[in-house]
T-cell receptor, first 117, second 112 residues
Framework: GAVVSQHPSRVICKSGTSVKIECRSL??????MFWYRQFPKQSLMLMAT?????????EQGVEKDKFLINHASLTLSTLTVTSAHPEDSSFYIC?????????????FGQGTRLTVV | DQQVKQNSPSLSVQEGRISILNCDYT??????FLWYKKYPAEGPTFLIS?????DKNEDGRFTVFLNKSAKHLSLHIVPSQPGDSAVYFC???????????FGGGTRLMVKP
């Protein structure tokens, strides 16, 4: 199946600093990628839809100035958590679908465990 | 407002028996349903899916059943194996695109 690589898998940062998470589709092109967040023992919540070459679409309640998304190419989307605070500590996961195919399974990255201290 | 619900947070099953995981949804616009398996600190991995035009899809030990009138789907795993122990999420998508709405997950424990 298609492979989505997410990096880093784990990061610890100080409060007030910014962290960038990369999501790459390794063997296919993804015009759209999705970013999810998972709190402990909870479901995956969609944060935003990352569109190649255009602005991301954020879900209600997600601060776009805090969670900066860039989708500069068909194989790379980045999520930058700016001025991170301890409440931003979470598990962040990206996903992508095969370009042009609607209603198909998503391929997920390995996830990034962010801990803000 | 949870559009996709998995009412059982956990399920324990003996090895070799059937595991049945349930999922209910409220949004009638959903037309594609998926099951994912997730281990701690890893991304979900796709298991099986079903389109709303079908009521059953089978892949090896995994079968998904869809009851549209009841807005209910279930995942059957038979026979269950200890390696199946994980958190299982059902997800749904609709005409709006590929974004998935996830249920809360069910932790399956298969005992040897």
């Amino acid at each position: 199946g298609a492979v989505v690589s997410q990096h880093p898998s784990r990061v610890i940062c100080k409060s007030g600093t910014s962290v960038k998470i990369e999501c790459r589709s390794l063997d296919f092109q993804a015009t759209t990628m999705f970013w999810y967040r998972q709190f402990p023992k909870q479901s995956l919540m969609l944060m935003a839809t990352s569109n190649e070459g255009s602005k991301a679409t954020y879900e209600q309640g997600v601060e776009k100035d805090k969670f900066l998304i860039n989708h500069a190419s068909l194989t790379l989307s980045t999520l930058t958590v700016t001025s991170a605070h301890p409440e931003d500590s979470s598990f962040y996961i990206c996903s992508a679908h095969l370009a042009g195919k609607v209603g198909t399974e998503a391929f997920f990255g390995q996830g990034t465990r962010l801990t803000v201290v | 407002d949870q559009q996709v619900k998995q009412n059982s947070p956990s399920l324990s099953v003996q090895e070799g028996r059937i595991s049945i995981l349930n999922c209910d949804y409220t949004n009638s616009m959903f037309d594609y349903f998926l099951w994912y398996k997730k281990y701690p600190a890893e991304g979900p991995t796709f298991l099986i899916s079903i389109s709303s035009i079908k009521d059953k899809n089978e892949d090896g030990r995994f079968t998904v059943f869809l009851n549209k009138s009841a807005k209910h789907l279930s995942l059957h795993i038979v026979p269950s194996q200890p390696g199946d122990s994980a958190v299982y999420f059902c997800a749904a998508s609709g005409n709006a695109g590929n974004m998935l709405t996830f249920g809360g997950g069910t932790r399956l424990m298969v005992k040897p």
